[in-house]
């Protein structure tokens, strides 16, 4: 398919509706993990324009950064430490709606005001996580989770 991707106005559902069926075309028939990881970034940052989008992979007992759209990012972070390594030692999707109500928040960028981390699941195992930040309060919802959520069941 050609890489142009289809941005829409509208609502959250109908940017998301829009968007998946674009994504899976996408990462489709392509075994490299990383490549995959860096368009899912690049789709959701150019439909959304969040602050950051990116990919951080469990290496050793590390989350390291991966591929990612946005400011430039904290390179490690340990399990349980901030959103992304509580949502790895949890293995769940955490929603935080304003980051600095969040105890040991590590802020990469001072413009980050809300966040979302979904763990990459493999056999029930977190192998990684995507992490979205917003510079606005309140940014993510249950259709955020839920959506991002089949996103990450594809990789
Ligand atoms: N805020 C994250 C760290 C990663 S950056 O936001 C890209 C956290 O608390 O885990």
Redesign the pocket.
């Known amino acids: 398919m050609a890489e142009d991707l289809s941005i829409i106005k509208g609502t959250k559902e109908s940017q998301y509706e829009s968007l998946l069926p674009q994504i899976k075309a996408l990462i489709t028939g392509e075994p490299d993990l990383i490549a995959n990881l860096a368009n899912i970034a690049g789709a959701l940052k150019e439909q959304f324009g969040w602050l ?1 989008v ?1 990919f ?1 992979l469990v290496k050793q007992d590390e ?1 390291v ?1 991966g591929p ?1 759209q ?2 430039v ?2 390179t490690r ?1 340990r399990k349980g ?7 790895w030692a949890e293995a769940q999707t955490l929603i ?1 709606p304003d ?1 600095e109500a ?1 105890p ?6 001072s413009l ?1 005001r809300s ?1 979302i ?1 979904i763990p990459l699941l493999q056999n029930g195992v977190v192998t990684g996580v995507l ?1 979205v ?1 917003s510079v606005a309060l309140n940014e993510f919802d249950e259709t955020d989770k839920r959506y991002l959520e089949e996103i990450v069941s594809w990789i």
Request: aromatic share 12%; charged share 10%; with cysteine.
């Open positions: 950051w990116g951080y989350l950064l990612f946005g400011p990012a904290c972070i430490r901030g959103v992304c390594g509580a949502s935080v980051v969040f040991g928040h590590i802020a990469c960028s980050s966040e981390v992490d930040d």
